[in-house]
């Protein structure tokens, strides 16, 4: 897995109709840092932080990906990148177990878990012939976590990640970063939830980036 991947962010700005989410925003994020970003809703984290992963399209500036100075190809990024977030879908007709085994296609596990291991490691073992389909929000947030935690990508993208978790299951998830994400470049988006970012080191406002101007 890369362990020197820096991520660039030159003067981005994305817009809807003629309204700025966020404008001039520039950001360095070294090798294994963790940042979080804070703001309401509606103030354009998740678009920045889906801006950052590749899933929108700004409508002025860039983001860089490098390797020891090496600029990364835009159609590699999803290899070191994995991402929990409210807006990603889960295969609702595969069962836990088929959508496991189907993640590994794409996402390959940290030290080669096997599906059973990491249905074990996201505490849905009981659960491993039930579809999708039929988890409550906090499972299927749950499940979420877990495959993007325990990627084998030195990145790691997460979206108000206790979103529908109580506290038991706040609980897991700061065991599993503490265990199996500690190492990697951590991008959290958090309403001010203190427990969703307490590893963090880094600290940007979505207020910081605001704009006036329409154009």
Known sequence: MINSLNI????????????WIFRNVNLE?????KVVILGLNGSGKSTLLQAITGYLT???GHVIYTNNEHIIEEGAI????SLASPYLELVEDFTLEEHIEHTRIYKPFLNNLTTQQVIELSGLSPHSE?????FSSGM????KLALAILADAPVLFLDEPTTNLDATVIEWYKVMIAKYAIHKTIMVCSNSIK??????NKVITMEDYKSKRKM
Do not use: T
Request: with cysteine; charged share 35%; net charge positive.
């Open 8 to 19: 660039h962010v030159v003067n981005a700005g994305k817009k809807f109709g003629k309204e």
């Open 29 to 33: 994020i070294s090798p294994g840092e």
């Open 58 to 60: 700004l409508n002025e």
């Open 78 to 81: 999803y290899k070191l990148i």
């Open 130 to 134: 039930k579809y999708i389909r039929l």
């Open 140 to 143: 299927k947030q749950r499940l």
């Open 195 to 200: 427990e969703e970012y307490a590893f963090c």
